[in-house]
């Protein structure tokens, strides 16, 4: 864990601006405490009222493996080539970026790579509200302040500190997002465009994208946050069996689909051809 990056932290009981280390712990100035667990993470999620549960384990797992084989690869770069122009501009020495819905943490660890090799040393941080996802993200991110927190709720962190904010097929609470970001800062945001995996979807007779997902995304934005730069990626991937089992598993419809029939239709094919397209949209706040 960065201590460094304690400072961006806000206390979600009291709102007192930045934590410090005790122990196993996290605490503001008041002594609200927070646990920091065995794997690394600060627990900053709220004991009272309604907590979404995000990611099951089955869900993380499938996603670790899935993103492991590389097909998404192409999406981080795109996020990388988009964000260091920006950072190289702001010469910030070292850039807050922040990961929403982070999950295992698979594009802020590219992004944090992509920096250093421009002698750029971020101060990072990754919100899930999924303790599977916080669990793995914080073995693998040891510099990054891995943090459970509901981002549907106030975003525990100190107001105007984020230079860079990424979100991949994730939760966007624009009020919150405006709220964290510098007046300088990007916003980066992955959407699923009309296309995605359509080939998988189809097969298994999954509802596809909501064609309307990157419009609701601009739609929610627009009171805080203007677009600057819009790009579409699109190429072809072959999936195997066990990949397209993965990307069933691990997106929205893993709640809905029957595995083991999903299982018996993959036994007789080789190999899956589809689609990525996705939409990276980059956003500056309203000033
Ligand atoms: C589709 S996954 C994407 C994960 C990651 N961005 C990626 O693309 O590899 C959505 C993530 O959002 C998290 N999530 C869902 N609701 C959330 C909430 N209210 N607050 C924080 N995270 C949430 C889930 O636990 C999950 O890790
Ligand atoms: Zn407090």
Not at 15 to 44: P, T, W
Not at 106 to 113: K, N, P, S, T
Not at 131 to 139: G, H, K, N, S, W
């Amino acid at each position: 864990m960065n201590t460094d990056t304690l400072k961006y932290l806000k206390c979600p009981v009291c709102h007192a601006e930045g934590l410090r280390r005790d122990d196993n712990a996290v605490k503001c100035v008041n002594s609200h405490a927070f646990n920091v667990a065995r794997q690394g993470y600060i627990d900053l999620l709220l004991k009272a009222g309604k907590r979404p549960e995000g990611d099951s384990l089955a869900m993380v797992e499938a996603r670790a493996r899935f993103l492991a084989s590389g097909t998404y690869a192409p999406i981080a770069d795109l996020i990388c080539r988009t964000a260091i122009p920006h950072l190289r501009s702001l010469s910030v020495p070292t850039p807050v970026c922040l990961d929403l819905g982070g999950g295992t943490g698979y594009y802020l660890d590219a992004l944090r790579l992509c920096f250093k090799s421009q002698n750029i040393t971020p101060s990072s941080i990754l919100g899930d509200v999924s303790i599977y996802a916080a669990r793995r993200a914080a073995r693998i991110l040891t510099d990054t302040l891995v943090v459970r927190m509901d981002t549907w709720q106030q975003i525990p962190l100190v107001g105007s500190s984020v230079d860079v904010g990424i979100i991949v097929f994730a939760p966007r609470n624009a009020i919150e997002i405006a709220r964290v970001m510098r007046d300088t800062g990007r916003l980066l945001v992955v959407t699923p465009a009309e296309d995605h995996l359509a080939g998988v979807m189809k097969l298994f007779g999954v509802v596809g994208q909501e064609s309307n997902k990157r419009e609701h995304l601009l739609n929610s934005l627009s009171p805080y946050f203007h677009s600057v730069e819009s790009n579409r990626l699109r190429y072809e991937v072959t999936l195997t069996r066990d990949q397209a089992l993965d990307v069933l598993s691990m997106g929205p419809n893993a709640r809905h689909i029957d595995i083991e029939d999903v299982r018996s239709k993959l036994h007789a094919l080789n190999a899956i051809v589809t689609l990525v397209d996705v939409y990276l949209d980059s956003f500056a706040p309203n000033l």
